[in-house]
T-cell receptor, first 114, second 115 residues
Framework: DAGITQSPRHKVTETGTPVTLRCHQTENHRYMYWYRQDPGHGLRLIHY???????DKGEVSDGYSVSRSKTEDFLLTLESATSSQTSVYFC?????????????FGPGTRLTVL | AQSVTQLDSQVPVFEEAPVELRCNYS??????LFWYVQYPNQGLQLLLKYLSGSTLVKGINGFEAEFNKSQTSFHLRKPSVHISDTAEYFC???FGSGNTGKLIFGQGTTLQVKP
């Protein structure tokens, strides 16, 4: 299994509070991704990173920000959580960002916003 | 627009029966195709992928998939399922060549294997 951990694994928070999710990898892969998983939608890309301090938006980036200060860590922040951000969040990594590359996924974080 | 459709949201099947999970995509450019499996309360794990060459791809746990360009499909099959195959299965497609790496997922199919 790829060495990917996510913390916390579960979190319940209230609307309007800030939330930070952490993804940590031990594979030294360059690319890291944040997805959200919702019933009927599969997985949708929020943001991704292609190196330290290099990030870009995915298809559902509104309301989220990310940071990557070290190769191994990729943080996802909800500045002011809303109920629509209740979801399961997955971090993924890949060595390259070419169309043929496999992405490896972490165990997920279940976030509930009340 | 490029899209991926998994035609069945749930597939119930009895143990030791064959199963097919369907996936269709829409694209005007070249594609690379993936199947991922998600066991309860876990992350996604790669089952198999098609990049080029033989259209029949074999993966882990006895699964295989066939790429059909004319029908724009990449259906997943297993000749005899086990209770342990109960999981959610995602088809994913990467479009085009070069440094894109954008992965688009289908909605997922829940495989329920009954004893």
């Amino acid at each position: 299994d790829a060495g990917i951990t996510q913390s916390p694994r579960h979190k319940v928070t209230e609307t309007g509070t800030p939330v930070t999710l952490r993804c940590h990898q031990t594979e030294n892969h360059r690319y890291m991704y944040w997805y959200r998983q919702d019933p009927g939608h599969g997985l949708r890309l929020i943001h991704y990173s292609y190196g330290v301090k290099d990030t870009d938006k995915g298809e559902v980036s509104d309301g989220y920000s990310v940071s990557r200060s070290k190769t191994e860590d990729f943080l996802l922040t909800l500045e002011s959580a809303t109920s629509s951000q209740t979801s399961v969040y997955f971090c993924a990594i890949s060595e390259n960002r070419v169309s043929t590359d496999t992405q490896y996924f972490g165990p997920g974080t279940r976030l509930t916003v009340l | 627009a490029q899209s991926v459709t998994q035609l069945d949201s749930q597939v119930p099947v009895f143990e030791e029966a064959p199963v097919e999970l369907r996936c269709n995509y829409s694209s005007s450019v070249s594609v690379y195709l993936f199947w991922y499996v998600q066991y309860p309360n876990q992350g996604l794990q790669l089952l198999l992928k098609y990049l080029s060459g033989s259209t029949l791809v074999k993966g882990i746990n006895g699964f295989e998939a066939e790429f059909n360009k004319s029908q724009t499909s990449f259906h997943l099959r297993k000749p005899s399922v086990h209770i342990s195959d109960t999981a959610e299965y995602f088809c994913a497609v990467s479009f085009g060549s070069g440094n894109t790496g954008k992965l688009i997922f289908g909605q997922g199919t829940t495989l329920q294997v009954k004893p």
